[in-house]
């Protein structure tokens, strides 16, 4: 779990692929399952990387960007789920292409138990509200699982969660 | 039930201006921007002010999505001008937003808020600006730029200047008096709204 917690192998190639595929706008609340990715925006001019006061901006954030032209990535905790859901009825609604990468707490070892309720409801909420869900359980998965989010949204104007499971990120000790 | 703290308003003097006056005042050529309109009146008034045009998206339900609509739209079309105009409900609703677009401070971006302090969809219940919240200075101290207050008609021109000319971004209050917007028929599809915005913006 150590190994896996601070691997980049991954995350790093994540972040390539998501870049390969023309995603420009990176929309995010600070999360240490996020943090390559994160990093890796800031670094880059030739994309914007957006931090929110809520997750509940980013689904609008990447609304705007897609009726001008852009393609973005929501980067959230599941606890941000929660406070995403009345936001993904503009998603559901408009037929907007979304892209959410979840880094999951509350299933896979969580130490936390405030973690339970949200981390669990996840992906019940986000199914709710017609958001469809691919999970990633090892870091074998990450690419395969991301490519084919990449493509249902992108190519086929779906929206779509990508819920990086706490098994792959390393659950954090308490 | 506790009576609400009216917060000490003696700097503002009461709202006299109509809406449907005072937004094509404020905003006389709205073809020329691309606009997010948020729920209800200021979406209403966008559609009713460019006969529903392509280049207004206006929303009728997501309460709280314009002004992060817009920052998303600014930063993807950074030679186009844009526009956010919405009510001062749609904004409490999300004023982190506004945090948020001053840290990435497009200067392609104009916000402006309708500020009639009501909710004026749901049965005229006080807002939290009617009760002396000050959107404009919750603006001012999120970071944004400039910010202006329009009170009167004679302030106008100068919030029109702000929009116009001034290159950066910037926060318009226009303080009006309860009462209806501009209105006319416009589509709540909302996946038609948003192909016929990018099928007129975007290269096919």
């Not at chain 1, 790093?12 to 998501?18: G, T």
Request: charged share 20%.
């Amino acid at each position: 779990m150590a190994d896996e917690h601070y691997d980049t192998a991954w995350p790093d190639a994540l972040y390539a692929l998501l870049r390969e595929h023309g995603v420009t706008q990176f929309a995010y609340v600070p999360d240490a399952g996020h943090r390559v990715l994160i990093n890796r925006s800031l670094a880059d001019p030739d994309v914007k990387s957006v931090p929110l006061t809520t997750e509940e901006e980013g689904v609008a954030l990447l609304a705007g960007a897609d009726l001008g032209g852009q393609r973005g990535v929501l980067l959230m905790q599941s606890s941000g789920v929660g406070n995403c859901i009345n936001m993904l009825s503009l998603t559901a609604g408009a037929r907007f292409p979304f892209l959410t990468i979840v880094s999951m707490r509350g299933e896979f070892g969580e130490g936390n138990p405030w973690q339970f309720p949200m981390g669990q409801a996840a992906q019940k909420v986000l199914e709710a509200m017609e958001v469809i869900c691919l999970k990633a359980e090892t870091p074998a998965d990450v690419i395969p699982v991301a490519t084919a989010a990449l493509t249902m949204a992108f190519q086929s104007g779906q929206a779509v969660a990508v819920l990086l499971s706490q098994r792959l990120i390393g659950a954090k000790k308490f | 039930m506790a009576k609400l703290n009216r917060i000490s308003t003696h700097n503002l003097p009461e709202a006299v201006l109509d809406r449907r006056e005072a937004v094509p005042a404020l905003i006389p050529r709205p073809r020329d921007w691309l606009v997010v309109a948020g729920l209800a009146g200021s979406a209403q008034e966008l559609c009713a002010m460019t006969d529903d045009g392509p280049n207004v998206f206006g929303l009728g339900g997501a309460m709280g999505a314009a002004p992060m609509m817009a920052l998303g739209l600014a930063l993807a079309q950074p030679e186009r001008r844009v526009l956010c105009i919405t009510g001062d409900g749609e904004l409490l609703m999300n004023l982190g937003a506004l945090a948020t677009i001053a840290l990435l401070n497009p200067p392609n971006l104009r916000l402006v808020c309708v500020d009639n302090g009501k909710y004026g969809e749901t049965g005229n219940q006080d807002s939290h600006t009617g009760l002396g919240v000050r959107l404009d200075q919750i603006a001012a101290g999120a970071g944004i730029p400039a910010t202006f207050a329009i009170n009167t008609a004679d302030e106008i021109a100068e919030g029109r200047r702000l929009l116009e000319t001034e290159s950066g971004l910037c926060f318009v209050l226009l303080r009006v008096k309860e009462g209806p917007a501009l209105k006319r028929p416009r589509s709540l599809r909302p996946h038609v709204v948003r192909d016929r915005f990018r099928a007129a913006l975007l290269p096919a």
